[in-house]
């Protein structure tokens, strides 16, 4: 199981300029995924973002102008619980952008009741790992030749009490719970992210996949939850809970430094550390042991790719990749 190394600090003041790179956000409308989309703007980047509403995210792109009225934004529509949104979404982002360097896979759902996707999967599951599984491989040869591209899977501190169940992943043959299935979602984001990095390296390509997550942070994600807890983070009972929360724009400095942070190696996992993983700057940190498990990653990885039909290239012709989108000066 890898091990977190000593690494100093991370200030967000070292966020480098991000000029003349190109960053897709994922449910970058509102909460952590605005935030993350904010700041990379704010440094430079051109920045695609893309939601399952249309009319929210030019919404949000009005308001990153307002402080940053030079950003370069853009919209596409995404709704990753449709393998065919998530088809037609990728063709548009493939026919306007030669080269990707940054995907984050931030968008994310906990649907409080049993739903099936026009696809046949449990919409948690969809949301959340099938849908940018599906992103991520249509979208790979746009990343995988780029100097210094990351693919960037935001996970939750929920996978450690979770495991997979590879016998009935939509939830079909047991009692399905939301926080549960939220949870091993969040489990398949980072046995994703680790064979992702696996397979990255044995094709010797430039991008690297790393995870993050952003602890409890406040956003419009809590309307999601049970009733407690959406009572919780209203006034005046908020006051009792508040204590463990950070704003979404804390949250989603560990999304940043994940994604141009200097010294991040692909397979790492960065999130706060303070409070069982709460709150704080992002550090370097470590996943669950049962995240680290070869065999279900590798079991994961299979079946995603029967499920949404993307097989992701056994063989790039990286060198080709590269000649035909440019070189980019340096990793972030």
Known sequence: M???TSRPGWNPAEIPDLGGRTAVVTGANSGIGFETARILAEHGARVV??????ESASNAADRIRVVSPGAELECVHLDLMSLQSVRIAAEVLRSRNPRIDLLVNNAGAATRRYIRTPDGFEATLATNHLGPFALTGLLLDRLAPVPGARIVTVSSVTHRRTRLPFEDLHAERRRYRYMEAYGQSKLANLLFTFELQRRLTGLHAEAIAVAAHPGSAR??????MGLL???LTRMPWYLL??????PAA????STIRAAVGENVRGGEFYGPTRLFGFKGRPELTRAAAHAYDEAAQARLWTESERLTGVEYPHALAVGEMVRDVGRNPGRP
């Open 2 to 4: 890898p091990q977190p």
């Open 49 to 54: 973002l893309a939601c399952r509403n249309l």
């Open 219 to 224: 956003s419009q994600f809590s309307n999601n």
């Open 229 to 231: 807890t959406r009572i």
């Open 241 to 246: 809970v508040s204590w463990s929360q950070q």
């Open 250 to 253: 804390q949250g989603a400095l």
